[in-house]
């Protein structure tokens, strides 16, 4: 499983070289991708029946894991951490930037602030909970311009998680990337950057993906790392971008050949960049 989001380093990516070695800021939660579970992880152990199983796609991606409820259980206490970076050129560390565990309801369960080498950690009691939430970075400089970014698992984090980098972007950045993908941005809207993938953590290309009430613009990654107009389907990394997205949930489906592969409800905020995955 790539811990790292393209789709929202590409936006860096439009100034520059994009660092495909570095963390965007969201992990799809797969229990065996690196994660440091400390001396207790669970409180409850519990595991679903694994006995649904949509089969393998026919063009050799794992679809198994869709319409299989999550796992259960969770840490007693969760340690969220990372970097905060300055999209641009080269992606430069971020100090004095307030990071925040918000709960899906709106319920802030951490809070702390980047130190001078942008680093930060969040700790906080999950209640042996999967914990539904998101990490949110923001910059207290309020004439700087700069979007608040969210990092939104691709499920509930059940364990700790290091290694998130959220990417801050200015207004010259995001009409920058904007640009490159022949969109003209609209005031009070966001962007949604996400990757398509399988169970197994693999990039589908040749994804179709759209919003509900065909909501945004869409715009598909091609191999060179960037938003492209030309393209109709995804790359083969399965990137995309939705910009233009409506400040609010978002439901948002992938097909392939035609079929069905993939549904989630977004979390999404306006006038901020949102980095996830769609699985199945």
């Known amino acids: 499983m790539r811990w790292h989001l393209a789709a929202v380093a590409l936006l860096a990516a439009a100034c520059g070289t994009p660092n495909p070695g570095m963390d965007a800021g969201v992990d799809s ?4 991708a690196g994660f440091d579970a400390g001396p207790a992880p669970f409180c409850l152990a519990d595991r679903p029946d694994a006995s649904v199983d949509a089969g393998t796609w026919d063009g050799g991606y794992d679809f198994s894991c869709r319409g299989m409820p999550r796992p259960g259980g969770g840490q007693g206490e969760l340690v969220l951490s990372g970097i905060t970076t300055r999209a641009g050129f080269m992606r430069t560390p971020m100090a004095g930037i307030q990071l925040d565990a918000v709960r899906a309801d709106g319920t802030v369960m951490a809070t702390t602030f980047s130190d001078d080498a942008g680093a930060y950690t969040l700790r906080f009691d ?15 400089d309020v004439d700087a311009g700069f979007a608040p970014a969210y990092a939104l698992p691709e499920g509930p984090w059940r364990y700790d998680r290091a290694g998130l980098e959220l990417v801050m972007f200015d207004t010259g950045t995001q009409g ?6 022949g ?11 996400m990757s398509v ?15 509900e009430n065909d909501a945004g613009d869409v715009r ?15 790359g083969p990394d399965g990137e995309l971008i939705i910009f233009n997205a409506p400040g609010d949930n978002l439901l948002v489906t992938a097909t392939l050949d035609g079929g069905v592969i993939a549904q989630k409800v977004m ?3 306006p006038r901020a960049v949102t980095g996830t995955f769609l699985t199945p």
């Open 197 to 211: 993938e399988d169970c197994a953590g693999h990039g589908v290309a040749g994804a179709v993906v759209f919003a």
């Open 267 to 269: 979390r999404i905020h």
């Open 220 to 234: 598909y990654v091609g191999a060179s790392g960037l938003p492209s107009n030309m393209l109709s389907s995804t």
């Open 29 to 32: 939660g797969v229990e065996d």
């Open 126 to 140: 999950a209640g042996c909970q999967p914990f539904d939430g998101e990490v949110r970075a923001t910059s207290l």
């Open 183 to 193: 969109v003209a941005l609209v005031d009070g809207t966001a962007a949604l950057a």
């Open 176 to 181: 920058l990337a904007a640009a490159l993908a």
